[in-house]
């Protein structure tokens, strides 16, 4: 069983500043990968950004990156230059990644951000 | 944008009554899965689909059910929806590799009186 925990329920910061979002999971497969989601007010669920498991390098997705520490099994997002528009609900997610199955996620609690001037 | 469609987008229903959602995709993906999402959840996966006619169930799977009759359609099926079921409901398709990412419909908010 796999399980995601974002102990952050809220964050704020300012405009142009950078903000790191915690997640933290718990798997005992030995493959996975770990996905960020956003959330705007409007609902619909954004894909951010994805790191492999045996991925050597943090994965990068403009403004977006993820800081990935096996060891610690913590998968921060980090979004650099903050806008007004990432104000949102964000979302962390981890699978198996054997290849051939389905790919069923598993969510955590999300973090609302909120961007301010 | 990835060609999912959820239909109804907003349902008010009564206890007992059976419901049906759908979800519509134009990419042929093999994957389709429906969660749902409550507060302090997260979102929840409730069934999943392989293919036409294969299809298996999730961590929330109790009190529904789902079918797939073509690639492009996937039903969810509250056969008697109760109150606890009053949620925003979610369709998603995976893309193949190497990162098997997720892309979800508008979602379908539900609410059982």
């Known amino acids: 069983a796999q399980k995601i925990t974002q102990t952050q329920p809220g964050m704020f910061v300012q405009e142009k500043e950078a903000v790191t979002l915690d997640c933290t999971y718990d798997?005992?497969?030995?493959?996975?990968?770990l996905f960020w989601y956003k959330q705007p007010s409007s609902g619909e669920m954004i894909f951010l950004i994805y790191q492999g498991s045996y991925d050597e390098q943090n994965a990068t997705e403009g403004r977006y990156s993820l800081n990935f520490q096996k060891a610690r099994k913590s998968a921060n997002l980090v979004i650099s230059a903050s806008q007004l528009g990432d104000s949102a609900m964000y979302f962390c997610?981890?699978?198996?990644?054997?290849?051939?199955?389905?790919?069923?996620?598993?969510f955590g609690t999300g973090t609302r951000l909120q961007v301010t001037l | 944008d990835a060609g999912i469609t959820q239909s109804p987008r907003h349902k008010v229903t009564e206890t007992g009554t059976p419901v049906t959602l759908r979800c519509h995709q134009t990419e042929n993906h093999r994957y389709m899965y429906w969660y749902r999402q409550d507060p302090g959840h997260g979102l929840r996966l409730i069934h999943y689909?392989?293919?036409?006619?294969?299809?298996d169930k999730g961590e929330v799977s109790d009190g529904y059910s789902v079918s797939r009759s073509k690639t492009e359609d996937f039903l969810l099926t509250l056969e008697s929806a109760t109150s606890s079921q009053t949620s925003v409901y979610f369709c998603a398709i995976s893309r193949d590799r190497p990162t098997y990412e997720q892309y979800f419909g508008p979602g379908t908010r539900l609410t059982v009186t």
């Open positions: 689909s392989y293919g036409v006619k294969d299809t």
């Open positions: 798997t005992s497969d030995q493959s996975y990968g």
């Open positions: 997610a981890t699978r198996p990644e054997d290849t051939g199955t389905a790919s069923k996620l598993t």
